[in-house]
């Protein structure tokens, strides 16, 4: 029996749920799993603070904000970019002084190396009769250091490693290069750049002005603009950005997209100003929202 035939015995055998069981229990290879729609957040909630937006603005790309959350998250990353600024530059400064006392030292160095080979020159003549020249003395100690036992030569302890359990003598550990900040402030959800100038106003269109119950309280909270469409998750829905006005896409398609005009503002539109909303979640496939979770585990090979 071959591995698939086995594999599909297997899976004949033991339900859904007992195979993933098993491969919880097991511990090893890749797990997926399908989250219910509970798991993404409803159409008209914010992306940071997955609650239902007290003054909704859209990027773009069509993903949501409450003003407040998405204004808080830039001024956050501008003071961050200003912090680690400030770090980098006093690292650039740090390293411009280091870089300096370098060459100093490199002079200083040079003058004294001048200064040593200057001071070997022998000014005065020498006698034959009570010095010896410095090669003669050389060859004479060469001599000496030949007979074994009666060497004068330290042995150079530089090349030999230190202690590594005295702290004093352990390599020093180098501070981790800080590179230049990125100043872009960026969508947390598209990671495309960002700019408060660039957010475009919603105005949802109450499904009951009377009711006076909290938006989180409500099931169903708003409706479109032009046919009076219940909106939720299953619905596309689209942004006219002249006058923020929130229409389902099939109005778009089959009413607004004949003239181009925003059946608010009477303003025309173009392709630019309809900004197509990013949907919630469905407990359809087919909806267009990832609704699909994959953690990747060792995986155990038999040798």
Known sequence: MTRHQRNATAGSVYTYHERQKDAATSGYGTKHARLS??????????????????????????YLYDKEAILEYILQKKQEFQKKMKEYEKQKKKEEEE????????????????????????????NPFTEAPSAKKQKLQNDVDSVPGTST???????????????????QATATK?????????????????????????????????????LVAKKVRYKCAVTHDILSNSVP?????????????????????????DPESGEKLEESDIITLKRGGTGF??????LAAKKARPVMMAS
């Open 37 to 62: 729609k509970d798991s993404v957040k409803d159409f008209d909630c914010c992306n940071l603070t997955l609650q239902p937006c007290a003054n909704p603005v859209v990027t773009a790309g069509g």
């Open 153 to 171: 030569v330290q042995p150079d302890r530089s090349k030999q490693l230190p202690s590594f359990w005295i702290p004093s003598q352990t390599p």
């Open 285 to 290: 496939a087919s909806s267009g929202v990832e």
């Open 178 to 214: 800080l590179k230049k900040p990125d100043k872009t402030v960026y969508c947390p959800m598209s990671q495309k750049p960002i700019k408060m100038k660039d957010l475009i106003t919603v105005n949802f269109t109450l499904a009951d002005e009377k009711d006076s119950q909290p």
């Open 99 to 126: 870089e300096s006392n370098t060459l100093e030292s490199k002079v200083e160095e040079r003058k004294r190396a001048f200064v040593k080979q200057e001071s070997s020159i022998v000014s005065k003549p020498i």
């Open 237 to 261: 829905c689209v942004v006219l950005k002249p006058s923020g006005k929130v229409v389902t896409q099939e109005c778009y398609e089959k009413l607004v997209k004949k003239d181009m005009l």
